[in-house]
């Protein structure tokens, strides 16, 4: 890697060897339904909390992902994953279940593509044999914490988001021999603020930070946009898609419309009530492990270029006054 560079390349080629990938049950209504490993029917999950249920969703794709390896949790020499509540508890109380070595990760919903990133990281420079890697998020939770409980019932602008009820979690290593989803590179995103601070705009908000590091994989790894079947961002929807493919032509980068697209387009129907669309740190973690991977699977794509986005505000912050600082980590999988 150049000096000063922010994008890592995996000689090595960790394999993505096996996924868990579940979800609530709106999400079982959703245009994504066939791609996952299992649905819960109610948010509660069968707890007495929505943060007990969000842990529950992390061990559930967690215990489904090893499963599907015959892999026990010793056999793991890692866990890295995060969500977006207060000192990311339902991940770190899911560790505590798992008995796994824990690096518990925040980037918010970008915490997927950095938890994948980092795990590439570790396997290619020979740190471990096997890492997990995931992130969640759950509706219920992120409302409570970050705008109103859903029994208040306050109403939300068009440019809201709807949080996904769910969960994606890789097991990776480099033992896979035969053709997998492998990742090849990774770039790492800078925080950005353009000085937004509607909390309700998260897609405005993450698309300059999404577009910075496209620019940044493309430059340094010396690729035209073109290399790539598919390049899709974490969460921007509709609002921040439309204002990623104005900073594309405003920067001269030659991606199409119908070759970039967005997880949080992706995972509900267009007559499910979701504003903008889909968010949360589950929200490109099932699109990924779900469904693309599925797809790459079938031949129709080869290359792909993930780009999750993070908003890291809190409560707090924008009690405070603040604006909303944006981070965008991208990882590059390639079926080979």
Request: with cysteine; charged share 20%.
């Amino acid at each position: 890697m150049p000096a000063k560079s922010q994008t890592w390349t995996f000689t090595n080629r960790p394999a993505i060897l096996s996924t868990g990938v579940v979800g609530g049950p709106f999400e079982k209504k959703g245009q994504m339904a066939d791609d996952f490993d299992r649905f819960f029917e109610d948010l509660w999950i069968g707890e007495d909390s929505y943060e007990k249920a969000q842990r529950k969703l992390i061990e559930e794709a967690v215990g489904i992902a090893l499963k599907k390896r015959n892999l026990k949790e010793t056999d793991i020499q890692f866990f890295l994953a995060g969500d977006l509540i207060n000192q990311i508890t339902p991940t770190s109380f899911a560790a505590r279940t798992n008995a796994i070595p824990y690096l518990g990760l925040f980037s918010a919903c970008a915490t997927s593509m950095e938890s994948l990133a980092l795990a590439a990281f570790i396997i290619n420079h020979g740190g471990a044999e096997k890492v997990l890697a995931g992130a969640s998020s759950h509706n219920a939770t992120t409302e409570k914490q970050f705008r109103y409980p859903t029994e208040y019932g306050g109403q939300k602008p068009p440019t809201a988001q709807w949080t996904v009820t769910g969960a994606g979690f890789a097991v990776v290593g480099t033992e896979e021999n035969g053709p997998a989803p492998r990742i090849t590179s990774a770039t790492i995103g800078k925080v950005l603020d353009l000085g937004i601070s509607d909390p309700f705009n998260m897609g405005g908000a993450m698309a300059p930070a999404a577009v910075d590091t496209i620019e940044q994989h493309l430059r340094e790894t010396g690729r035209d946009p073109s290399y790539y079947d598919l390049i899709v961002t974490g969460d921007l929807a509709k609002i921040g898609r439309s204002i990623a493919l104005d900073l594309f032509k405003q920067k001269n980068l030659d991606i199409r419309s119908e070759q970039f697209q967005d997880c949080g387009l992706m995972v509900y129907d267009k007559s499910q009530p979701v504003q903008a669309g889909a968010s949360g740190a589950g929200c490109s973690a099932i699109v990924l492990y779900g469904h693309l991977l599925n797809e790459m699977k079938k031949g129709r794509y080869q290359k792909i270029l993930l780009v999750a986005t993070g908003a890291l505000l809190s409560p707090l912050s924008y009690q405070q006054g603040e604006t909303i600082p944006c981070i965008a980590h991208a990882c590059a999988i390639e079926y080979l």
